[in-house]
């Protein structure tokens, strides 16, 4: 099984600093068709998840450019430009490369 | 629109059967696989199993194989998860949520394009007490 792991687990943050969260995986999760299969989800309190990006690097309709992720193979990165209010919640990572896949335990950004 | 609806809360006790509902609306049911994900009280996020409703091809995580079972009925565009004797630690939020793949055929090859879990159900809450 792949296991994700995401850090920092915590993230307070200052209205208009960058964010950064990272996630790793076990194995890679490049495929043969050049895609990485990690996706980000933002669960907002009281939501359900929903997703930011994903094949690693791909906004979802809807969602803000602040929002980028990148990275390749097993190493991972959720940026948020400049964060605001709104993006208070818990960011999770998921590998896609399995049917069904894996989350990483989830990274709770608190705004300060 | 394109709406998972989910059946109501639920509380049961230990030893009961329990069987919930994810209703698709907005989109033709059989094209993406439909998963369920378990959110346990101030916890993460758990792959629980996907189902494909075109041929009802099923994949279970190894922790949740053999506990519930996920099905569907085609012709009213629903997946259900279900147990047959729940327990205390089964008491969680139970989300559905579309597993969105495109395909193309070219040149006689079929092409897969993913774009991410991108429609979730509001969640069913079930809990279990005696």
């Known amino acids: 099984d792949i296991v994700m792991t995401q850090s920092p687990l915590s993230l307070p943050v200052t209205p208009g600093e960058p964010a950064s969260i990272s996630c790793r995986s076990s194995q890679s999760l490049l495929y043969s068709d050049g895609n990485n299969y990690l996706d980000w989800y933002l669960q907002k309190p009281g939501q359900s998840p929903h997703l930011l990006i994903y094949l690693g690097s791909n906004r979802a309709s809807g969602v803000p450019d602040r929002f980028s992720g990148s990275g390749s193979g097993t190493d991972f990165t959720l940026k948020i430009s400049r964060v605001e209010v709104e993006d208070a919640g818990v960011y999770y990572c998921m590998e896609a490369l399995q049917t069904p896949g894996t989350f990483g335990r989830g990274t709770r950004l608190e705004i300060k | 629109e394109v709406q998972l609806v989910q059946s109501g809360a639920e509380v049961k006790k230990p030893g009961e059967s329990l069987k919930i509902s994810c209703k698709v609306f907005g989109y033709s049911f059989t094209k993406y696989w439909i998963g369920w994900v378990r959110q346990m009280p101030g916890k993460g996020l758990e792959w629980m199993g996907i189902?494909?409703?075109?041929?009802?091809?099923?994949r279970y995580s190894p922790s949740f194989q053999g506990q519930v079972t996920i099905s569907v009925d085609e012709s009213i565009s629903t997946a259900y998860l279900q147990w047959s004797s729940l327990k205390a630690s089964d008491t969680a939020i139970y989300y559905c949520?579309?597993?969105?793949?495109?395909?193309?055929?070219?040149?006689?090859?079929?092409?897969?394009?993913?774009?991410?879990?991108?429609?979730w159900g509001p969640g069913t809450t079930v809990t279990v007490s005696s």
């Open positions: 949520v579309r597993r969105m793949v495109e395909s193309s055929s070219l040149s006689g090859k079929v092409y897969y394009f993913y774009f991410g879990m991108d429609v």
């Open positions: 189902i494909y409703p075109g041929d009802s091809d099923t």
